[in-house]
C-alpha cells in the first residue's frame, strides 16, 4: 500500500516537472491546434480555445521562465492579459475577425519567447521553416501574414517539419542577417541550418 502511494506521488511528481519543463512547446502547440481549427471553423475550436487557455494559466515558475525561456514575469503576464482580452472580444465579433486577433496573440506568443526560440529552431536538426511575418503593415500584408501562417501550421504538422514564425516588425535581425527584407517572407533551412529555399 505505501509502495503504491510512493509510485502514485512520483508519477504526479513527473507529470508536474514535464509540463513546467515544456512551457513554450506546449503552448505554441495548443495555440498551433487552436488557429488550425478556427481557420477551418471546425466543431471543437471552442475546447480548443479550453485547452490553450488552461495550459497558458498554469502556474509557471519564474525563475525556469526567466532563466531558461528568457522571459520575464511581466512580459508573460502581458501574453496572458492579451488572451483574456482576445477572449473576450471574440464572442461578438466572426470566425474570420477572430483570426485576425489571434493572429495577432499568436506574434505576441512569439515575441515573448522570442530568444528562446531562437535557440530551439536552429539547434533543431530537422528540416525547417523560418517564416517572417508582422504585427504591424498595411492591411493586405496583414492578410497574407496570417493566410501564410495557417498554411505553414498546416505544411508543419503534415509534414513533420519544425517552424518558428518570427514577427519581423519587432525583431528584423534574421531578416537583416538573411537578406529577406519584406514580410511575409520565408527561408527553409535543412538539419544543419543551411538554407534550401
Do not use: G
Request: charged content about 25%; glycine content about 0%.
Amino acid at each position: 500500500m505505501v509502495l503504491r502511494f510512493y509510485l502514485v506521488v512520483l508519477v504526479v511528481f513527473a507529470v508536474s516537472v514535464n509540463t513546467s519543463s515544456q512551457v513554450f512547446e506546449s503552448i505554441e502547440e495548443t495555440a498551433a491546434k487552436y488557429f488550425i481549427s478556427l481557420s477551418n471553423k471546425d466543431s471543437e475550436v471552442d475546447s480548443d480555445l479550453l485547452k490553450l487557455k488552461e495550459i497558458l494559466f498554469r502556474n509557471y515558475d519564474k525563475v525556469e521562465l526567466e532563466n531558461k525561456y528568457q522571459t520575464s514575469i511581466n512580459d508573460f503576464d502581458s501574453l496572458k492579459n492579451h488572451f483574456n482580452e482576445y477572449e473576450s472580444t471574440i464572442k461578438n465579433i466572426s470566425k474570420d475577425s477572430a483570426l485576425v486577433l489571434f493572429n495577432l496573440w499568436y506574434l505576441h506568443f512569439s515575441n515573448t519567447f522570442y530568444n528562446y526560440a531562437d535557440e530551439k529552431f536552429f539547434s533543431s536538426n530537422k528540416t525547417k521553416i523560418l517564416f517572417f511575418s508582422a504585427s504591424m503593415s498595411c492591411q493586405c500584408t496583414l492578410e497574407m501574414c496570417k493566410k501564410q501562417t495557417i498554411e505553414i501550421l498546416n505544411l508543419a504538422k503534415e509534414m513533420d517539419l519544425d517552424y518558428w514564425i518570427v514577427d519581423s516588425y519587432e525583431h528584423n535581425d534574421l531578416q537583416i542577417k538573411y537578406e529577406t527584407f519584406f514580410a511575409p517572407s520565408l527561408i527553409v533551412f535543412d538539419s544543419h541550418n543551411n538554407v534550401l529555399y
